[in-house]
T-cell receptor, first 113, second 111 residues
Framework: NAGVTQTPKFRILKIGQSMTLQCTQD?????MYWYRQDPGMGLKLIYY???????DKGEVPNGYNVSRSTTEDFPLRLELAAPSQTSVYFC????????????FGAGTRLSVL | EDQVTQSPEALRLQEGESSSLNCSYT??????LFWYRQDPGKGPEFLFT???AGEEKEKERLKATLTKKESFLHITAPKPEDSATYLC????????????FGQGTRLTINP
């Protein structure tokens, strides 16, 4: 059972480039989340989804986009990368309304230079 | 707005030296308080969920407790393998789909 899988593990982007961070889960969870974690800081919610076709903004959504076409996948898109988006990105999932535990992937470390 | 503050930011202990980590929170109505462990270069790993004041949960050398304003993570006779960052998060009634995280406590246990 793989759980939550994120790719790539590391990436370096130039300012203005675009990329998609991939996240897939094999637990048939309805809820999925994207967080960013800056050094010495906790996790900040970027976007989340309560099911296929439904997404909503979190605390820090500017500069990012998401889509949820299937239950398994929840990609995060950076359109015009900026140095402020240098961070570690975590994807998480949880089963549903009364199942509150979120399970995290291993993260994607992104540097924008 | 739900908020979580953890203290201290960093804690260094000798092996076997017991201590506690603090998580203070303000929330519209508590649906759950969560403790996670995060090792360097990895994603957070779930430890405990607490739902109401007075509740306690234990796992090996860790015990989590909850009051109406704060939670403590007590570590008894720690070992070097307990070194990690410990994250606290709350789920409020108004933002029930989401967790609000504190900044974490970086715990180092010296042999």
């Amino acid at each position: 059972n793989a759980g939550v899988t994120q790719t790539p593990k590391f990436r370096i982007l130039k300012i203005g480039q675009s990329m998609t961070l991939q996240c897939t889960q094999d637990m048939n969870h309805n809820y999925m989340y994207w967080y960013r974690q800056d050094p010495g800081m906790g996790l900040k919610l970027i976007y989340y989804s309560v099911g296929a076709g439904i997404t909503d903004k979190g605390e820090v959504p500017n500069g990012y986009n998401v889509s949820r076409s299937t239950t398994e996948d929840f990609p995060l898109r950076l359109e015009l990368a900026a140095p402020s988006q240098t961070s570690v990105y975590f994807c998480a999932s949880r089963a549903g309304r009364d199942k509150n535990i979120q399970y995290f992937g291993a993260g994607t470390r992104l540097s924008v230079l | 707005e739900d908020q979580v503050t953890q203290s201290p930011e960093a804690l260094r202990l000798q092996e076997g030296e017991s201590s506690s980590l603090n998580c203070s929170y303000t929330v519209s109505g508590l649906r759950g308080l969560f403790w996670y462990r995060q090792d360097p270069g990895k994603g957070p790993e779930f430890l405990f969920t607490l739902y109401s004041a007075g509740e306690e949960k234990e796992k090996e050398r860790l015990k989590a407790t909850l009051t109406k304003k704060e939670s403590f993570l007590h570590i008894t006779a720690p070992k070097p393998e307990d070194s990690a960052t410990y994250l606290c998060a709350v789920q409020g009634l108004q933002g029930a789909q989401k967790l609000v995280f504190g900044q974490g406590t970086r715990l180092t246990i010296n042999p």
